[in-house]
């Protein structure tokens, strides 16, 4: 039962119209279908609208083990709704479960899902339920999708009460984050609400029905990035609160009272946190309107994650630590194993131990660590009188050796001294192309207490979205560089890398770069095996630490260059 109502498809939409066959009640165990309150969502609350009423095309009469493309073998049908059914699954190829989506390929909407099925799988990003598979075959139309059978629904997750403000930073920080790059792409969800957010048994934050949600149900919306912003302040309210934003009941909440309007999480339930709830009146605040105390609204996902960033940091909690119950030695370790146990009320004398090593044995091993002793004291004076007595004999032969004859002194190597960085820029090749431009003179400024710092990833890796990503140093002109010294906050990995010294201008590709040395730590010192000519230096970084919220982010303090 855990398995279904984890993994099972937001597929039991709020149109209004009722199941085309009453077995899509019966046939969903995990109560998305079934329990009509929990996911009635108000669509107009939501900022979204549909298309009008869908072109009645009759569901695919299809049943429990019906194969698809000789491979994906259906297990129980979730939801059967507008045409559409949505199922568990098995992919017997990859002997792994999976979800899918069917419909009439003559329904109004297949060419619409097929569209946006495939638009999301070309996302890649692991924040979001992957698309694996978008197939028009046999007058049928399918999406197959990821089944999570060990992540939990946000509607599971507040029907046993509020997020703690840890977990809710985490949740709303982590969907914004994902739903920023996706609208990036040019894609948008529509229909983000409790059923459609996961948490993993890892804490992570994942999103299902990226465009294909919408596209089952027709729903549109001219102001896209908006209608996902005020999702998300929605997700917030709710995991703050226990309530819904709006005045219906939906997805197993309550609504707010009516006639009061929107009110502040933290005037609805005490101890809410106050960034946070000034934070979801940004993102829910309709036309613009927001109340005195809040500024300016969020009306893009990117513009929430900015808003998130420039809050104070919400640190984890501390893990509670029980103190071990006292130790109680046993009868047996006390010595009374099968003696008489002494009667109650009678004080029984308390043996003391024996005195250490008086018996023979004891006696014998004294003097073998004695005797051990004296012969190690014996080899090192021997040793040392040696190595003085090869000393004394070496500076003889050198003294005899040397010679006035000034011609035949060894040259001696230039110092290294400081070059001055006159330039730098921040490079981000495989992502949007900038990474806080703003800051990055922080990374020569000589301040160890300012820093430049990288956009929040959800992995050291960078959430797998990308290989790296790094700082540009300008010399001015070509220099002769024989290490370069990076100061991070947390530990790092680093690789340096340089342009070629004939380089008229400061290359803008990765493979214009070669590597020249690499390291980790919180101080790394990058020196190649000799020195090298180069005017354009990169400092690549490959392995993020993790935060104090528990995302993962790049921190350059400072960099030295020297020759």
């Not at 949505?86 to 619409?112: I, Q, T």
């Amino acid at each position: 039962m855990a398995e279904r109502s984890t993994a099972a498809v937001d597929v039991a939409d709020n149109s209004g119209d009722e199941p085309l066959t009453a077995e899509a009640d019966q046939s969903t165990a995990d109560g998305v279908a079934k329990n009509r309150e929990r996911d009635t969502e108000d669509v107009e609350a939501q900022g979204s609208g549909g298309t009008g009423s869908p072109e009645k095309a009759s569901p695919p009469e299809l049943h429990s083990g019906h194969k698809l493309a000789r491979r994906y073998r259906l297990e129980e049908c979730v939801t059967r709704l507008d045409g559409f059914s949505s199922w568990r699954a098995v992919d017997e190829k990859l002997r792994r479960a999976v979800g899918v989506h069917l419909l009439p390929a003559d329904h109004s909407r297949a060419r619409s899902v097929l569209a946006a099925a495939r638009s999301s799988a070309l996302l890649g990003d692991p924040r979001f339920v992957q698309v694996l598979d978008a197939v028009e075959e046999n007058d049928l139309v399918y999406v197959v999708h990821e089944w999570l059978p060990d992540a939990t629904e946000l509607t599971t997750l507040l029907a046993s009460g509020p997020l703690e403000v840890y977990d809710a930073y985490q949740l709303v920080s982590q969907i914004s984050s994902a739903m920023a790059a996706a609208h990036r792409e040019g894609l948008a969800h529509l229909r983000l609400n409790p059923n459609a957010v996961l948490r993993t048994s890892t804490g992570q934050w994942r999103i299902r029905g990226l465009a294909v949600n919408a596209a089952l149900r027709g729903i549109s919306s001219e102001t896209p990035q908006r209608t996902d912003t005020e999702a998300i302040g929605a997700l917030l309210y709710a995991a703050l609160t226990q309530r819904w934003p709006y005045e219906n009941d939906a997805y197993g909440l309550s609504g707010l009272p009516k006639d009061i309007g929107l009110i502040a999480p933290d005037q609805v339930r005490a101890g809410v946190h106050r960034g946070l709830s000034e934070l979801t009146m940004r993102a829910l605040a309709n036309d613009g309107a927001t109340a005195s105390r809040h500024e300016s609204p969020c009306t893009t996902p990117e513009e929430l994650v900015k808003a998130i960033g420039e809050m104070p940091r919400i640190r984890p909690p501390e893990p509670a630590f029980t103190a071990p119950p006292d130790y109680q030695r046993t009868t047996y370790q006390q010595g009374t194993y099968g003696r008489q146990a002494p009667r109650p009320g009678v004080t029984q004398p308390v043996q003391a131990p024996p005195p250490p090593l008086q018996s023979r044995t004891g006696r014998a091993l004294k003097w073998a660590v004695s005797a051990l002793l004296i012969a190690a004291l014996g080899l090192g004076s021997w040793q040392l009188a040696d190595a003085l007595m090869d000393q004394g004999n070496k500076s003889d032969d050198t003294n005899q050796t040397q010679t006035t004859d000034g011609n035949d002194k060894s040259p001696t190597q230039a110092p290294s001294k400081p070059i001055a960085i006159s330039g730098a820029s921040d490079f981000d090749p495989y992502g949007d192309g900038s990474e806080k431009p703003s800051d990055i003179h922080k990374t020569y400024d000589s301040s160890s207490s300012t820093y430049w710092q990288t956009d929040f990833y959800t992995s050291a890796d960078f959430g797998r979205l990308k290989p790296g990503l790094g700082v540009i140093l300008d010399l001015g002109n070509v220099q002769q560089v024989g290490k370069v010294t990076v100061s991070f906050v947390g530990n790092t990995s680093v690789e340096l890398l340089a342009a070629s010294s004939d380089a008229g201008s400061q290359p803008t590709s990765f493979g214009s770069y070669t590597k020249v040395a690499g390291g980790s730590g919180a101080s790394v010192t990058l020196k190649p095996d000799k020195s090298f000519e180069s005017r354009y230096l990169l400092v690549w970084l490959t392995k993020l630490p993790q935060t104090e919220e528990g995302t993962f982010r790049g921190r350059v303090a400072d960099i030295k260059v020297t020759s």
